[in-house]
């Protein structure tokens, strides 16, 4: 039952005709399908250079996945349960990794490409392109959220904001001056990547264990950093800091928010920088609103202790049916160069897993915030890494939401019942 659970979504795809893009030409050299998310063009742009840069050993070729993660996760893992051999490179987001590693869908990375692949790479970026301590895909662009303020308001409230902060200090400066806190609190993803930073930051995990079946699979959610998570969430969804909006805010209703009157603090991706400047430049948004905004590193839970967080990005999986694994992994390592990474951050805004490409001074430029981006790369945690990660993110976003009605009495138990059962085969989502 729980191997047919599991795999219900990858088997279904036999009964299904999937057309198959090109693989290769009879004349010329090889061709690499790369399957890219959407991005503004960035990725295609390096498809090229490594396509120059290979000087005839091959040609990359990309094609664009489905918009959301979710529509992503099914394309590939159904060509892969039908082994695919036109998926010779692919942008993966790091929670579905362990659900391709864990049944072979991943070529092995040679250990001297590992090796490479992992120089000057963040913590954060290593930990989510891996599966059981293996490195099984090689980091590309990082991503991680950061603490976004009006300078205006917590000078008012009297927050340093050159030291470490946690929710309670912000709760109560945004509180003191009548403000509201831009947080994600919809049914969505983004309400288990807020649980997940909360709990990491204060010492606990979502998941307790990496295991394989999933009877075996352990939650972290019914201990004192769960609670602890639930009580800051359940006090913002029920006071009036998270505004009427909480219960449908994404990251773009976040930065909206931000932006008005009754902005105080938020929590979101670099995206809302390059979001912000655009806006005035088109005349939408008043320069002053750019002028009163600082960053921080993510805010923790514990006074004292290093906060968590939030870590996404895309890493690059190789097919294990391609017909050119070793020629992709080198165009792997071609995509990856810190030039490459830090072209891609200052011309899509996406940060790259690499520190070095940070130094780039076309980087230091577009994002002055981004020796803060780096550092918390370097602390971030990765959402679960289990092969269930759907099980688990629908479950906590089922449990948890809206966010007034969670309780650290409540809440974690609540999740971990519903999931427990649900990997054991006892109830559906």
């Known amino acids: 039952m729980r191997r047919r659970r599991r795999l219900g979504l990858l088997a279904a795809v036999m009964a299904l005709t999937i057309p198959l893009a090109a693989c290769g030409s009879d004349s010329g050299p090889p061709v690499l399908t ?5 991005d ?31 529509g992503q996760r099914e394309q590939l893992a159904r060509r ?13 987001d790091p929670p579905f990794i362990p659900e391709l590693a864990e049944p ?24 989510g392109a891996s599966w059981q301590d293996t490195l099984v895909t090689v980091p590309f662009w990082a991503n991680t959220q950061l603490l976004w303020y009006r300078k205006s308001v917590a000078e008012a409230a ?3 904001m050159s030291q470490p902060v946690t929710w309670r200090q912000i709760m ?7 403000k509201l806190l831009g947080v994600q609190g919809a049914k969505a993803e983004s309400l288990t990547v807020w649980i997940n930073a909360l709990v990491e930051s204060a010492g606990g995990s979502i998941i307790a ?16 950093a769960g609670r602890q998570a639930a009580e800051i969430i359940g006090e913002i969804g029920r006071g009036p800091l998270g505004g009427p909006g909480l219960p449908t805010a994404n990251e773009n209703a976040s930065l909206t928010l931000f932006q008005g009157d009754q902005a105080s603090f938020m929590v979101n991706w670099p995206f809302v920088w390059s979001a912000m400047n655009a806006a005035v430049e088109a005349g939408t948004l008043d320069a002053s609103v750019v002028e009163d905004t600082g960053w921080a590193i993510y805010p923790g839970v514990n006074d004292g202790e290093e906060s968590a967080p939030p870590y996404g990005g895309i890493n690059i999986g190789i097919g294990a049916f391609s017909n050119h694994v070793d020629l992709a992994y080198q165009a792997a390592e071609c995509i990856v160069t810190p030039q490459h990474q830090a072209f891609y951050f200052a011309t899509n805004g996406n940060p790259p897993s690499n520190t070095t490409a940070f ?23 990765p959402r679960p890494q289990t092969p269930y990660y759907n099980e688990v993110s629908l479950g906590l976003q089922e449990t948890w939401h809206p966010p007034a009605s969670v309780t650290p009495e409540t809440s974690p138990q609540a999740a971990t019942d519903l999931i427990t059962a649900v990997l054991r085969g006892d109830r559906l989502l």
């Open 40 to 70: 503004d063009g960035g990725q295609a742009d390096i498809a090229q250079m490594c396509t120059d840069e290979a000087a005839g050993a091959y040609t990359i070729q990309t094609s664009v996945l489905p918009r959301d993660a979710g």
């Open 172 to 178: 109560d400066a945004a509180e003191s001056q009548g």
């Open 209 to 224: 264990n990496q295991a394989e079946s999933a009877d075996q699979v352990q939650l972290g959610l019914d201990s004192d």
């Open 158 to 160: 009297g927050l340093d």
């Open 359 to 381: 130094d780039d001074p076309e980087v230091q430029d577009a994002f002055p915030m981004a020796d803060t981006i780096r550092q918390s790369l370097q602390q971030a945690a």
């Open 34 to 38: 790369w399957f890219i998310n959407p």
């Open 80 to 92: 892969l349960a039908a082994n695919d051999s036109s998926i010779d490179l692919m942008s993966l």
């Open 104 to 127: 072979g869908f991943l070529a092995p990375v040679p250990d001297d490409v590992a090796q490479r692949v992992s120089e000057n790479v963040v913590q954060g970026a290593l930990d």
